[in-house]
């Protein structure tokens, strides 16, 4: 997967967007669900990261933090759960999805990531049960149907991306589950 790093792009702004809009789709879906909610992350990244100086949060949540002064309960729950400065800790999409559904009952949680040291992170979180050091398939979901799967990979395969998936793959992925939030990159 390249030289992709979370840490660098924790808090971006693709983050500002994303996010919110994660923790609005859960708290959607959590209001008529039923038993215990299953989520699972197909490119689950680091369970959060340190906002390294100079990095792609301070055009993020940054920016945001200076000029936002809305009242969306989504994008407060999600300001909450963060501070905008040099070394202060953001979580990842896993680690927010966690939390709002430990405040919402029962849940499971299936983490896919391939980069051991991020694989590392999130069983610092979740446990060892719950994260996978690979790639999600469409057979994980034979036994185990997700309630909610986001898929927000790092990248689309191209010339210079080779090791990303194709977006044909993402969406074999996403088929026949009842909900899934996709995030695709720009770049």
Known sequence: MGTYDHQTKAGNAGDVVKHPALIAVLEGLLAEHEGPFRYADAFAGRWESILLEGAGWADGIGVFVARWHGANPDVQSWHRQWRAAAGARYPGSTQLAERLLAKHGGYQIRAFEIVDAYAASLRQGLGEAAVFTRSATPSDWTD??????????????????PDDPLLEDLLDLAEGLPNVLLWLPLA
């Open 144 to 161: 185990w149907r997700p309630d909610l799967l986001f898929i927000d990979p790092p990248g689309l395969r191209s010339a210079r991306r």
